[in-house]
């Protein structure tokens, strides 16, 4: 039987009805198997493609595709193509499945398992200006590992690597790289893209400029990338990380915004939100060394709202001391609370992969299944004062549950004047990122629909104060709203649209575009 199924229906609006009434689940079948493919067209636990790590929307596919060549791929979208609007069919590429609001689900269509199509190999280019070729299904987590084994690596990195290229590069893929690097689809040199006319095209900054651009940041909507052409730098062997906290936010984002303004001070720059948290610096001492670990003993968070500014610098053995003079001097600038300084030295890769440490905890605990109900904004350098002092000293005072990411970015390297990211319009934005579980059945501060409406109060405040605020991984219920994200750049998005897919078929899970309407 095929069946939708929300598990909060009541909080949100998407219902089979605001489908279009499709083929019958047999006729679709029949309907796909007469096409032959070089991987496979699954109708069989199809369950695995209604759901992702969001885990609050499940919609149904009728079909996985698995290919393995970038013509399979081709010939489905073809297919659906050619079947005209009457069928109601989508396609949605399925990465790693890491997004939160069905954005890799497509109800009754297919969902194509990017991962299958791993092959060819990752193709290095070693000469001046470096970079590698790997198809849209690759992990970053591998792209690293590949790398490296020719001493280089891609230069801007999201937290969590075990994200595909599609992905990532479909949104943004952002770190605490991404001041100096700009986000991951500021780092693509070219693209192969399967339209949604199932056309297979290679586009670059030359060459079909306008879909490289418009499938960079476009949530899916113009094309599967099939393979990317990222670009890569010399690789580091060790990492400095470290860590200080303040108590005063101000200061906090001073510094950041100090830190971020120079290109030669760190290499990664971060920060977090700590809200009332017990003995929050001893529970670093498995990772970090304090610097004065009898004042750091004496340190209490208890109570308080904390600003942990994060940083890294890169080096090889060789420079350890440069570095560290270097890092000393960079400190000395800073003005966090002195106690609170902790410093570590670890691989390049244990660094980059931190975070999969803790998903791999959750996993172990069973916490990785909860609902995530998540919340990425960019909000303009000018109004963060305000946005922090509604949010952090009104909305959440007590607790929160799960880390609340805050870092300063520059625009100037973003480009998003020509990819199809939104963001607001200041040369320095910031990223803040609410990551909380919710526990299911918990009517309490932890359960989802307290988290949800946190989550719409923030919004609703960012929209009263007129903040010019922008989601990112952005998540709308009505067109209304996705007009409003895109702003001026509307009008190109809906070309765009007409252009590379034109009855609607690519990523529905957004709800932006609906097939046949
Ligand atoms: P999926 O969830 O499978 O797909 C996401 C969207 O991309 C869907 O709309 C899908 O249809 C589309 N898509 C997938 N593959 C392709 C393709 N080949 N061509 C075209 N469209 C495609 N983001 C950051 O920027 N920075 C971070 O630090 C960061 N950390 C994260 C940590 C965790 C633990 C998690 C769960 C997410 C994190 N994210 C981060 C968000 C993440 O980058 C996005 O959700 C991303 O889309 C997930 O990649 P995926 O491969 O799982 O994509």
Redesign the pocket.
Known sequence: MILIFLTVSLLFTCSTSTHQPLATPTNIQSSLKPLTFDGNLSFENIHQAAN???NIYHFLPSAILYPETVSDISIAIKHIYEMGTTSGLTV?????????HG????YQGI??N??S?RGPEMQFYTGELPYVDVS??E?WINILLESLKHGLSPKS????L??????????????GQAFRHG??IHNVYQLE??TGTGEVVTCSEKQNADLFYG?LG???QF????RARISLEPAPMMVKWIRVLYSDFSIFTKDQEHLISSQNAFDYIEGFVIINRTSLVNSWRSTFNPKDPVQASQFISDGKTLFCLEMAKYFNPQEIDFMNQKVDSLLSELSYIESTLFLSEVSYVEFLDR?HVS?SKLQEKGLWDLP?P?L?LIIPRSRIPEFAREVFGNILTDTSNGPI?IYPVNKSKWNNIRTSMITPDEDVLY?V?F?PSAMPGSTGTNGLEHILNQNKRILCFCESAHLGVKQ??PHYQTHEEWKAHFGSKWGAFVRMKSTYDPLAI??P??RIFQKGR
């Open positions: 992702d790590f969001g949605a590429a399925r990465g790693n499945g890491h997004s939160h954005q890799a689900q497509a969902v194509i990017m991962k199509l849209g299904g992990l990195w999201t937290d969590y075990h994200l595909t290229v599609g992905g990532t590069l479909s949104n943004a893929g952002v770190s986000p991951q893209v399967v499938v476009g949530l899916g094309g599967i990338i099939t975070v998903m995530h998540w990425n990411l990223l990122a990551l990112y991984l690519l990523t899970g957004h």
